[in-house]
């Protein structure tokens, strides 16, 4: 099937400066965004996540620029942008972001209806009651029941869940074509979790959005991803489609990160913990930035950065292991038995 | 399972909760019961604004109870207790908080985090003695000795709740309330702290409350576990009853929400979602009950004849 791409990172470099230091945060990404899908941005605090993502809306913290590389986006080229007043075309408009907490992203001194129409203000030019007809509607979207008494409620009066819901209003006020969630569940409880992340899913068959989620928990991807991109120290080291990466995953990392969650771990043995630390980015990475926290890690892993090598046409991955001449390294027992979890649960099930 | 624990620890017995005012009182814990046995793990499962904290605060009598017993080791140890109980119970029974960003004090070097419960309860100790007892500590969750004189900013979200780890193993508790301990660590981390927490266990006999929102980690650590809802407790049992056949609603939609690292299931699931207006109990209340052995269930007759009907 061909895709259409709607937006494209060619060789994106960010760095940082901080204390008289250069910190590399995000080190030759190259990236497509397939219009309408849903990607998955999976990786442990620090790897660069946020900050690739933040690129695009051209909301990097002040001490940091874009090295190299370009961000293309309906003929235009995002990395070059360094005007509010080019940005202002693209935030919001064209590419929204929810961020991770909602407790922190929402002005406690306003009304959630002014909050809303702040945005439809700033970007369709439209006030009074068309406003506020208009707001009522998206936080009908957005499954917030008796919306007129809401609209005129602060954001303490709203429950964790609910807050989430007024931040993707908020998002979704100028129909973005591309909608970021940035961790969009991490504060809040399972249920609700589950809850918001199906108002994603289903906001984004009706608007025919592309959305971006950035998380840490590969377990809450499962079922609201069609590809996944799993980035390790500012890299993408393995991208794939869901079912690729959860039942045929190539790079350690990978395998590390599935290997750690709870939900495969066997009562009584110790379950799998990545051991040292993610490295340090201000210093120069050399070979597989992974290599030093793999067990398995082979010689040329420590020498030499690894190429893509290509599993499909939909898979790739940065590892020598799929080499030819690797020696042959197979993924933990454990995770290669993930489809056979689907057949205990529906036993399970039927019980 | 049941065999393997049976000297009781903490009973707790129709606890109730109240906060507010007087006038305008508000009840967080209600009719609450439950047991926890030496040496196992006990599961607090639970939204936020369940409840789950606060029985855990009222356990280490931070917060007051308004009713109902909390015994530990036969003692009875919430109101009204002797200073001297007071201060064993102070030594032995700890608890882990679940922000490590926030439970720590920023201004404070870890020598002085770790060692403060220390100070309180041996006034006594020499400074040598002290030192000694703090890098054994750290050593003991996998901390250099030499971290003592750093401060918290120093450190990782991992390493900071082993901190906080620490500074309840400090002083040698038999039980350990850990509210949330992993929930705000990244999924790397949290496999860290939850073996670190097994391994304590079983070199020390430690006991463990653990209170969590996350069913998926409780299936992994715990022995049994209890679900509670709006302050009242719903469902208990062995963790792997629990799992394979839940029978209050509400417990089975805290387990439909778990997301499941498979993504064929995953996008076929339905989620079940739980609605209270689906009890009937305007005729016939709901009691605590046992359906089969271990397994309990707040149900009315009605109910408790059709979970029976399911368990065949």
Same mark, same amino acid.
């Given at each position: 099937?061909?895709? =259409?791409?709607?937006?494209?990172?060619?060789?994106?470099?960010?760095?940082?400066?901080?204390?008289?230091?250069?910190? $590399?945060?995000?080190?030759?990404?190259?990236?497509?965004?397939?219009?309408?899908?849903?990607?998955?941005?999976?990786?442990?605090? *620090?790897?660069?996540?946020?900050? &690739?993502?933040?690129?695009?809306?051209?909301?990097?913290?002040?001490?940091?620029?874009?090295?190299? *590389?370009?961000? %293309?986006?309906?003929?235009?080229?995002?990395?070059?942008?360094?005007?509010?007043?080019?940005?202002?075309?693209?935030?919001?408009?064209?590419?929204?972001?929810?961020?991770?907490?909602?407790?922190?992203?929402?002005?406690?001194?306003?009304?959630?209806?002014?909050?809303?129409?702040?945005?439809?203000?700033?970007?369709?030019? %439209?006030?009074?009651?068309?406003?506020?007809?208009?707001?009522?509607?998206?936080?009908?979207?957005?499954?917030?029941?008796?919306?007129?008494?809401?609209?005129?409620?602060?954001?303490? =009066?709203?429950?964790?869940?609910?807050?989430?819901?007024?931040?993707?209003?908020?998002?979704?006020?100028?129909?973005?074509?591309?909608?970021?969630?940035?961790?969009?569940?991490?504060?809040?409880?399972?249920?609700?979790?589950?809850?918001?992340?199906?108002?994603? $899913?289903?906001?984004?068959?009706?608007?025919?959005?592309?959305?971006?989620?950035?998380?840490?928990?590969?377990?809450?991807?499962?079922?609201?991803?069609?590809?996944?991109?799993?980035?390790?120290?500012?890299?993408?080291?393995?991208?794939?489609?869901?079912?690729?990466?959860?039942?045929?995953?190539? $790079?350690?990392?990978?395998?590390?990160?599935?290997?750690?969650?709870?939900?495969?771990?066997?009562?009584? =043995?110790?379950?799998?913990?990545?051991?040292?630390?993610?490295?340090?980015?201000?210093?120069?990475?050399?070979?597989?930035?992974?290599?030093?926290?793999?067990?398995?890690?082979?010689?040329?892993?420590?020498?030499?950065?690894?190429?893509?090598?290509?599993?499909?046409?939909?898979?790739?991955?940065?590892?020598?292991?799929?080499?030819?001449?690797? #020696?042959?390294?197979?993924?933990?027992?454990?995770?290669?038995?993930?489809?056979?979890?689907?057949?205990?649960?529906?036993?399970?099930?039927?019980? | 399972?049941?065999?393997?624990?049976?000297? %009781?620890?903490?009973?707790?017995?129709?606890?109730?909760?109240?906060?507010?005012?007087?006038?305008?009182?508000?009840?967080?814990?209600?009719?609450?019961?439950?047991?926890?046995?030496? *040496? /196992?793990?006990?599961?607090?499962?639970?939204?936020?604004?369940?409840?789950?904290?606060?029985?855990?605060?009222?356990?280490?009598?931070?917060?007051?109870?308004?009713?109902?017993?909390?015994?530990?080791?036969?003692?009875?140890?919430? *109101?009204?207790?002797?200073?001297? %109980?007071?201060?064993?119970?102070?030594?032995?029974?700890?608890?882990?908080?679940?922000?490590?960003?926030?439970?720590?004090?920023?201004?404070?070097?870890?020598?002085?985090?770790?060692? /403060?419960?220390?100070?309180?309860?041996?006034?006594?100790?020499?400074?040598?003695?002290?030192?000694?007892?703090?890098?054994?500590?750290?050593?003991?969750?996998?901390? &250099?000795?030499?971290?003592?004189?750093?401060?918290?900013?120093?450190?990782?979200?991992?390493?900071?709740?082993?901190?906080?780890?620490?500074?309840?193993?400090?002083?040698? #508790?038999?039980?350990?309330?850990?509210?949330?301990?992993?929930?705000?660590?990244?999924?790397?981390?949290?496999?860290?702290?939850?073996?670190?927490?097994?391994?304590?266990?079983?070199?020390?006999?430690?006991?463990? &409350?653990?209170?969590?929102?996350?069913?998926?980690?409780?299936?992994?650590?715990?022995?049994?576990?209890?679900?509670?809802?709006?302050?009242?407790?719903?469902?208990?049992?062995?963790?792997?009853?629990?799992?394979?056949?839940?029978?209050?609603?509400?417990?089975?939609?805290?387990?439909?929400?778990?997301?499941?690292?498979?993504?064929?299931?995953?996008?076929?699931?339905?989620?079940?979602?739980?609605?209270?207006?689906?009890?009937?109990?305007?005729?016939?209340?709901?009691?605590?009950?046992?359906?089969?052995?271990?397994?309990?269930?707040?149900?009315?007759?009605? =109910?408790?004849?059709?979970?029976?009907?399911?368990?065949?």
């Amino acid at each position: 099937m061909e895709q =259409e791409v709607i937006l494209s990172v060619k060789d994106l470099n960010v760095k940082f400066s901080l204390r008289g230091r250069v910190l $590399h945060a995000i080190r030759d990404i190259s990236l497509e965004l397939f219009k309408g899908e849903s990607l998955a941005i999976v990786g442990e605090s *620090g790897s660069g996540k946020t900050v &690739l993502t933040k690129n695009f809306i051209g909301l990097l913290d002040k001490n940091g620029w874009v090295d190299s *590389g370009e961000i %293309l986006y309906g003929g235009m080229n995002l990395a070059g942008f360094t005007t509010e007043k080019e940005w202002a075309q693209i935030r919001g408009k064209e590419i929204a972001m929810v961020m991770q907490d909602p407790m922190t992203s929402l002005n406690p001194l306003k009304t959630i209806g002014w909050q809303i129409e702040e945005a439809l203000r700033q970007h369709q030019g %439209l006030a009074g009651s068309a406003a506020k007809k208009r707001a009522v509607e998206i936080l009908t979207d957005v499954g917030i029941p008796e919306p007129e008494r809401r609209y005129k409620q602060y954001p303490h =009066e709203f429950s964790g869940g609910m807050r989430q819901r007024v931040v993707i209003a908020i998002a979704m006020a100028c129909n973005p074509k591309i909608l970021i969630c940035d961790e969009p569940t991490t504060a809040l409880d399972v249920t609700i979790q589950a809850q918001i992340l199906d108002l994603i $899913h289903d906001l984004q068959k009706k608007y025919r959005l592309t959305t971006i989620y950035i998380t840490h928990d590969l377990g809450v991807v499962a079922n609201v991803a069609d590809r996944i991109a799993v980035m390790y120290a500012g890299d993408i080291v393995e991208v794939g489609t869901c079912n690729e990466v959860f039942y045929s995953p190539q $790079h350690p990392y990978t395998w590390a990160l599935l290997s750690s969650l709870p939900q495969l771990g066997v009562k009584g =043995e110790e379950l799998y913990s990545i051991k040292g630390t993610p490295p340090n980015l201000f210093n120069r990475i050399r070979g597989d930035a992974f290599a030093p926290r793999n067990p398995q890690a082979l010689r040329v892993d420590f020498l030499h950065r690894p190429p893509y090598f290509e599993v499909s046409p939909t898979h790739k991955a940065r590892t020598w292991l799929l080499d030819p001449r690797a #020696p042959k390294v197979e993924p933990p027992e454990h995770i290669k038995n993930i489809r056979n979890l689907r057949d205990e649960k529906k036993e399970d099930a039927q019980r | 399972m049941m065999k393997k624990y049976q000297e %009781l620890l903490l009973q707790v017995r129709d606890l109730e909760v109240t906060f507010g005012t007087r006038r305008k009182p508000f009840v967080a814990v209600k009719d609450v019961s439950f047991e926890i046995y030496r *040496g /196992e793990t006990f599961g607090l499962v639970g939204e936020s604004g369940s409840g789950k904290t606060t029985i855990g605060r009222a356990i280490i009598r931070i917060n007051p109870t308004s009713a109902g017993r909390i015994l530990f080791k036969g003692e009875r140890i919430n *109101g009204v207790i002797p200073r001297e %109980l007071d201060r064993r119970v102070t030594q032995q029974v700890q608890m882990i908080f679940q922000d490590p960003m926030a439970s720590l004090n920023e201004r404070a070097k870890v020598d002085y985090i770790v060692s /403060e419960g220390l100070m309180n309860v041996h006034k006594h100790l020499g400074r040598e003695e002290r030192e000694a007892r703090v890098s054994k500590a750290l050593s003991d969750v996998g901390l &250099l000795p030499e971290f003592a004189g750093r401060f918290p900013h120093e450190f990782s979200g991992g390493q900071r709740q082993r901190i906080g780890i620490a500074r309840s193993l400090i002083m040698e #508790p038999e039980f350990i309330i850990a509210d949330e301990p992993i929930s705000a660590l990244d999924v790397s981390i949290r496999a860290q702290v939850l073996n670190l927490l097994s391994s304590l266990q079983k070199q020390r006999g430690l006991t463990y &409350l653990f209170i969590a929102h996350d069913l998926s980690v409780m299936r992994f650590i715990t022995d049994r576990i209890a679900v509670i809802r709006k302050g009242v407790i719903v469902e208990m049992a062995e963790t792997e009853t629990l799992f394979s056949h839940p029978l209050h609603p509400y417990t089975r939609a805290l387990l439909s929400a778990i997301p499941m690292p498979d993504p064929i299931s995953e996008k076929q699931k339905v989620l079940e979602v739980y609605d209270p207006s689906r009890h009937d109990y305007s005729v016939y209340k709901p009691r605590w009950e046992q359906v089969e052995e271990g397994h309990f269930v707040m149900a009315n007759d009605r =109910e408790l004849a059709e979970y029976r009907e399911r368990l065949k």
